[in-house]
């Protein structure tokens, strides 16, 4: 397929500028083009004209505009999270044989954005739209472990740890350690903690800006799932979760 030439060199010229080269001189461009002044001023002018590039008045130098940040920002928009992870859950599901959710936090608990159920899941208490706690859940121990510390301490000012099993951590000294060994494992767990007999683990999703987004989760039930499988099962939930992670643009 043939490369209509003046719009390569304009898109070039666009990949010269970057964090550490923010404004150059016509002459500059010219010399890393390897073009004429006369062509690279033709192609700056028509970028100006639709505001991707703009000249600095006072240096005469060139810098992208404010055209780029817009399109960038209409590219994030349309990546609505549920969209771009509806593979990455059916797969998941496929694959596993569980059910796998995908859950934001709002305020101080999560929410249920989407579920995927395999034919032979049984996980019921889960629905799209239901909260669900933070501290006993390993979607909402996901959501809050890597966030910085003083945005997790702001999270629990008057938060309350409610008792939903026997196994529910109830303290908040035990939940800062709860967060410390998810730190480093690298994964959160939820060990019958919100449902009796339900065992899930859960990773976060982080979007470009490098910020948590979401996190997903595979749901079992624990008399059905020896520590091998759930080992299987994670392994294969965190490579979801960082092709989903990069999917939404943040580099490993």
Known sequence: MPIIQSLDRALKILDLFDESV???KITDISDKMLLHKSTVHSLLKT????????????????RLGLKLFE???SVIRSRDIRVVAKDFLHTLSKETGQTVHLV????????YIDKVESASATILYSRIG???????????KALIAFQPDQAIADTL????????????ITTREAFWEEIRLIREKGY???????EPGVHCVAIPV????????????????????SKEEMQHYTNQLIEAGKQLSEKLGYGF
């Open 22 to 24: 923010s404004e150059l």
């Open 47 to 62: 970028l100006e004209k639709h505001q991707y590039v703009e000249q600095n008045e006072e240096s005469g130098k060139y």
């Open 71 to 73: 399109r960038g920002n």
């Open 104 to 111: 934001i936090q709002d305020g101080k608990e999560g929410l």
């Open 130 to 140: 239901r909260r669900i706690p933070l501290h006993c859940s390993g979607v909402g």
């Open 157 to 168: 000012k008057d938060y309350e740890f409610i008792q939903r099993t026997e196994h529910t």
């Open 188 to 194: 959160a767990e939820d060990r019958e903690e919100n």
């Open 206 to 225: 982080r979007d470009h800006t490098g910020e948590i987004a979401a996190a997903i989760s595979i749901s079992t039930l624990s008399m059905r799932t």
